[in-house]
DNA sequence: GCATTTATGTTAATATAATCACAATAAAAG
DNA sequence: CTTTTATTGTGATTATATTAACATAAATGC
């Protein structure tokens, strides 16, 4: 079934391979990691030999060869800036997420329109728009996180992309509108709910 | 390109279709609402043909029709009774997110191990896990919310399949093992941004 | 050191999705 | 009423992804 892309795919690898990695191990068949991950073996070594990673014959993978292989695919030596907008309800529970404020990103800053949300002497300030662009130039930020309401959405994401952003992972329930270049990743929440019922119903109605 | 599937397309269209509603039209070409949304027209009138919307030659589609139709297909009558699970950071925004709390979704209750947290009397009460099964099958909730740590997302899975949930929005980065009739959906915050960073390097490699 | 075993890596086959091309047809124009 | 025009709906084509099949090679056992 076509659920999940490779790229997606190998961050999945890298994760479970860590945790295995953790228990002592220093080996993997195809065949285990794709048990785990719900993946066929096939399916896993097509992935791996896409990318040039390359296993032994008999003895498998070596775990660390594997785990490296991907970083360097993500490029992921250095900790990247990232910059937040919106300081509401997501906005703040995002910039305490410890997917995004752990050891792979820092949110240098973030925005707000609401003045009385801006704090400037905090480890992440909060700031208005119009602080965005010196922000992004100063700290060679590449992607925001767009966690403002729908209908504030494609302005700054056009405040964005002026000002030099290449990548937005957007939580509004708006389709941006951006050029070519510009990466953009949505994540509907609601939708994502919703879809979960579809998938229900059709389930039951096959048994 | 391969982006999204025709399910995830569907609540898109709505999602767009509604807007255009407010703003007073009452047709739509495939043309048109595929500008809007990045799609082609061709995919659009495959996607509706699929499910049996049907359009007028020359005139086009008429969004209510559409709409009735793809709240038909997500059994869009009634609201839902969800259960969210993890009361933490993540957890407590997500209990406030309109996306979920709006006219589509209800939180009838929260689930976390922190007694210091548990709360009986307010609107959605926060309660122990021992509750979680009483409340599942009193509501007849056939969806959870799954905003734990990793290290407790696998048992909460368990718990919540056993008591008789159906789907699952895991917000975890842990790969969850259930039966095969369990949907589950993931979102994994971190791997999105990771993604993001991946398609912006292949971008700038290209040009 | 040779045979056996068992995993990889890749080519071929299959399945699925997206795009193209165009016939069908409803509306509009003349 | 006839012609033109524009849009739908779908079969054919192309592209992409997944699965199957199997040759290859490393490790193990004898």
């Known amino acids: 079934m076509y659920l999940r892309n490779n790229i997606t795919r190998l961050l999945q690898y890298r994760s479970c391979l860590t945790k295995f990695q953790e228990l002592g191990f220093e080996t993997i068949y195809s065949y285990n990691l794709g048990k785990h991950i719900g993946v066929s073996a ?15 014959k008999k003895a498998g993978y070596n775990i660390e060869e594997i785990i ?30 410890k997917g995004f404020s752990g050891n792979m990103f820092h949110i240098k800053a973030v925005i707000d329109i ?23 130039k100063k700290n060679g930020i590449k992607i925001g996180i767009l966690a403002v309401p729908d209908v504030a959405a494609q302005e700054m994401c056009n405040l964005l992309i002026k000002a030099g952003i ?41 048994n």
Do not use: C
Request: a positive charge; proline letters at 6%.
């Open 68 to 97: 490296t292989a991907i970083n360097k695919i993500f490029k992921k030596n250095s900790p990247q800036n990232v910059l937040l907008i919106g300081y509401g309800n997501l906005g703040q529970s995002l910039m305490k997420y």
């Open 166 to 206: 290449k990548g937005i992972l957007n939580f509004s329930s708006l389709v941006l509108k951006a050029p070519e270049d510009i990466q953009i990743n949505n994540i509907n929440l609601g939708n994502e709910l919703e879809a979960i019922f579809y998938h229900i119903q059709l389930k039951q109605k096959t």
């Open 114 to 136: 609401d003045p009385s949300k801006h704090k400037r002497k905090t480890l992440i300030p909060v700031l208005s728009p119009e602080k965005a662009p010196e922000i992004i």
């Open 42 to 56: 096939e399916q896993i070594r097509k992935d791996f030999s896409k990318f040039n990673i390359r296993g032994n």
